[in-house]
């Protein structure tokens, strides 16, 4: 379970982000890397990372005309990042792009082809407030599969969802594509802003590929414990 599960480094400090990933880097294999993450580390960690064999995860969530949108994950691919994601509400042209650029940077560098996956609905946001800002004639989990299935089209592996419409993006897409799952709690962690949530062990049963998981882990006074008690939840122990 150690290789589908994702830490956030979501602290402020790039010293205490390198700390935090030096403690936990025979525990997990994947770190994701948000913007504050990104301006506090440089795009010259993704290198650290490499070389001590943890995978990168990077959440910047591009959104954006294809053109741009496609120079920036070529641009990430030539650093290293091995996860990139970009909302699935760009458009078809736009994922269509990021894949295009992602895969002609990978072949021209020799290098493996970032997962590329496509956002579709915030975990922070439930049906209430997705009807009210967003005024559409879908649920909310209808909306995550269309969008899914239109990430599925434009060829990027996968998808970032709540772990509640992992089982309808799963009948839509099939069993090949990704689904990580931010929105992860275990029942001893405050579930904070986050409101579709469930444990580490539900989201595994229902069929998710990687887990993401941020507060539960860095702000634990052990977050090696931390993240072995979530492990162990993974497996259903």
Not at 212 to 219: D, K, N, Q, T
């Amino acid at each position: 379970m150690k290789e589908r599960l994702i830490v956030a480094l979501d602290l402020e400090d790039g010293n205490e982000n390198f700390e935090l990933s030096e403690k936990l880097k025979g525990t997990v294999s994947w770190v994701k890397i948000g913007y504050q993450a990104l301006y506090s580390l440089g795009t010259e960690v993704f290198a650290w990372y490499s070389e001590n064999r943890i995978n990168t995860f990077l959440d910047l969530k591009f959104h954006d005309i294809p053109n741009t949108v496609a120079r920036d994950v070529g641009t990430m691919t030539k650093h290293g990042a091995n996860m990139i994601n970009m909302h699935a509400s760009g458009g078809i042209e736009m994922m269509q792009a990021a894949r295009i650029r992602a895969d002609d940077v990978a072949q021209d560098r020799r290098i493996d082809k970032p997962i590329l996956l496509g956002v579709t609905i915030l975990t922070s946001t439930n049906e209430a407030e997705f009807q009210f800002q967003f005024g559409s004639e879908r649920h909310l989990s209808n909306q995550v599969v269309f969008l899914a299935k239109q990430a599925k089209e434009a060829g990027l592996d996968g998808v970032v969802a709540s772990p509640l419409e992992i089982e309808l993006i799963r009948k839509a897409c099939g069993d090949d594509f990704i689904i990580v799952t931010p929105g992860i709690r275990p029942s001893w962690a405050n579930r904070g802003d986050q409101k579709r949530i469930t444990t580490p062990s539900e989201a595994i049963n229902r069929g998710a590929d990687f887990l993401v998981v941020g507060r539960p882990i860095i702000e634990a006074d052990d977050p090696i414990e931390a993240a072995e008690m979530i492990l162990d939840e993974m497996r259903g122990e």
